[in-house]
């Protein structure tokens, strides 16, 4: 079965550029999360989906991000513009809806440099 | 953010040692979960917990939920070269909600 796919795996770019990063969860998945990894924060959420809708983007550190997800297959984290300390490995999971917290599947990840 | 305190930050071990690493926090969660990281991957899950004091096994793996439900820990017997990685606890209030991670836990092991 296909995981939960991110794209692209790197993304060197000059600051003041538009990013965008994509995602698949996977097929069934009605949650999707996105992370940011970095060395002195570790994981953190930035903003999570239920059924496409945003429920939290609390994480989201300002306006420069925004999340969408226009169906069930498929979400964008959009950064613009990107500055250096956007830096970071961002990370998409996906889980499903049970009669108990179900467990998150995590993409490979978006290494994103910004310089 | 909230974060998990675990301990220990690394550890550097000799093949068939086991090994210990826990998880800590000022508050109650109902769900813990373990995940492991390769360099240049995403987290993976080892185990996942439900219910305070249960106590599970995966393979070399043993993970126990805490009975306050603030804690956790993961034990692997015998270790191997290949469990070198960085461990992450996770914990999770109801409701698929998103995952608070500890800081991890690097492991090197040392053939």
């Known amino acids: 079965d296909a995981g939960v796919i991110q794209s692209p795996r790197h993304e060197v770019t000059e600051m003041g550029q538009e990013v965008t990063l994509r995602c698949k969860p996977i097929?069934?998945?009605?949650?999707l999360f996105w992370y940011r990894q970095t060395m002195m924060r570790g994981l953190e959420l930035l903003i999570y989906?239920?059924?496409?809708?945003?429920?939290?983007d609390s994480g989201m550190p300002e306006d420069r991000f925004s999340a969408k997800m226009p169906n069930a297959s498929f979400s964008t984290l959009k950064i613009q513009p990107s500055e250096p300390r956007d830096s970071a490995v961002y990370f998409c999971a996906s889980s499903a809806t049970g009669n108990r917290n179900q467990p998150q599947h995590f993409g490979d990840g978006t290494r994103l440099s910004i310089l | 953010g909230q974060q998990l305190n675990q301990s220990p930050q690394s550890m550097f071990i000799q093949e068939g040692e086991d090994v210990s690493m826990n998880c800590t926090s000022s508050?109650?969660?109902?769900?813990w979960l373990w995940y492991k990281q390769d360099p240049g991957e995403g987290p993976v899950l080892l185990i996942a917990?439900?219910?305070?004091?249960e106590l599970t096994s995966n393979g070399r793996l043993t993970a126990q939920f805490g009975t306050t439900r603030k804690d956790s820990f993961l034990n692997i017997s015998a270790s191997i070269p290949s469990d070198v990685g960085i461990y992450f606890c996770a914990g999770q209030k109801p409701g698929n909600t998103p995952l608070v991670f500890g800081k991890g836990t690097r492991l090197s092991v040392i053939a």
């Open positions: 989906f239920n059924n496409n809708v945003p429920i939290d």
């Open positions: 917990l439900y219910k305070a004091g």
């Open positions: 508050s109650i969660f109902n769900t």
């Open positions: 097929s069934g998945h009605d949650y």
